[in-house]
């Protein structure tokens, strides 16, 4: 282990305590503001020893050890790869494109994803597998990404091939001239046929991923929705809306709505239930508790989709108004819920 001019060296004594656990485990808890993903790659990279010696990180401490451990772990910069996952492309020329993104992809990964982890399987390294090029504006990341769709968010999302389309972009986005519409199903019966929400949205200090209306001073977001469609069914009631945006914050749809106290269906981060229960009329017996949960349905996925995208092309002047239609398991639990109404009040989302 051999020490640059700048780096720290740490020491730690190895407690009785302490004796059987695995070195990485062991630094890990030493080290509490770093991952063991960054542990262990300190300890690839030999700038871990224990009483003067190399050591795996698998290895066992026995107690009475010294460990030192040298700077920090040197991460090389992350780059995309391309990778062959198949691609609903809905419109493409040589200047943009505009995806189908199904539930469960991420758009891109994390700055502190690796290599051999979640930045694996995104959309980002689809798109390097099926286009010739990309603008590069958001760096080795996020190539050709110019807005974002939550993992758990299916729908239409806008890629630009090159830096001259991605600005072009960016400045319509800034200005509010692109118009997004999104199909959300909702807890609860909404009590308006529409209405705007345009409370400011900020990071919850609490729990860091989640965003909140309730702090003073967030940014600015705005939300219009429609109701499409009641029912009320033995899972409870539940109201189908259509909602544009005219701001793209982070979770925005999600924490508005949720704030109104109607979480979207299979969003468990802000409020819906995992498990979705038959309603019982009080009192209920145990027999009959146990029943219905036998019967409770998981929604896998969020029950939000970005089902329409108008904007104006940015180098032909051309409208494009692009729609993609609710995805298969959406639809399908629709139909399982209007199956089991016994009243709705339908007007059905043209999508």
Not at 288 to 302: F, L, S
Request: net charge positive; charged share 25%; glycine share 8%.
């Amino acid at each position: 282990m051999t020490a640059a001019e700048n780096d720290e060296v740490r020491s730690f004594s190895v407690e009785a305590a302490s004796a059987g656990q695995r070195l990485d485990q062991f630094l890990t808890a030493q080290l509490q503001d770093v991952s063991r993903v960054r542990v262990q790659q300190l300890i690839e990279q030999e700038r871990v020893s224990v009483n003067g010696r190399a050591m795996k990180a698998s290895g066992k401490l026995r107690g009475g050890e010294t460990v030192l451990v040298l700077g920090e772990a040197a991460v090389p910069p992350l780059r995309a790869q391309a990778e062959a996952i198949p691609l609903d492309i809905v419109y493409e020329d040589a200047f943009l494109a505009v995806i189908d993104k199904p539930a469960g992809m991420m758009v891109h990964a994390g700055s502190g994803a690796t290599d051999n982890a979640r930045n694996r399987g995104t959309l980002v390294n689809a798109l390097l597998h099926h286009m010739a090029a990309l603008s590069v504006t958001g760096g080795p990341l996020r190539p050709g990404i110019v807005h974002r769709l939550d993992k758990q968010t299916s729908g239409l999302i806008v890629v630009a091939k090159d830096d001259r389309t991605h600005r072009r972009l960016g400045e319509m986005f800034a200005q509010r001239q692109v118009h997004k519409t999104y199909i959300a199903l909702v807890h609860g019966a909404v009590k308006n046929e529409s209405g705007t929400l345009d409370a400011t949205i900020s990071r919850d200090q609490q729990r860091r991923t989640r965003m909140t209306t309730r702090r003073a001073g967030g940014r600015t977001a705005v939300s219009h929705y429609r109701v499409l469609e009641r029912t009320a069914s033995r899972y409870g009631q539940f109201t189908l809306l259509e909602v544009q945006i005219e701001t793209g914050r982070t979770h925005q749809i999600r924490v508005h709505l949720s704030s109104i106290g109607h979480p979207v269906v299979g969003d468990t981060l802000y409020g819906a239930p995992r498990h979705i229960l038959p309603q019982l009329e009080a009192p209920a017996t145990r027999q009959q508790k146990e029943a219905a949960a036998q019967e409770a349905v998981i929604v896998p996925r969020n029950f939000l989709h970005a089902a329409r995208l108008q904007l104006t092309h940015p180098e032909t002047g051309k409208l494009l108004e692009l729609e993609a239609p609710l995805p298969a398991e959406l639809a399908d639990w629709m139909r399982q819920l209007s199956s089991s109404s016994p009243t709705s009040k339908t007007g059905r989302p043209h999508c």
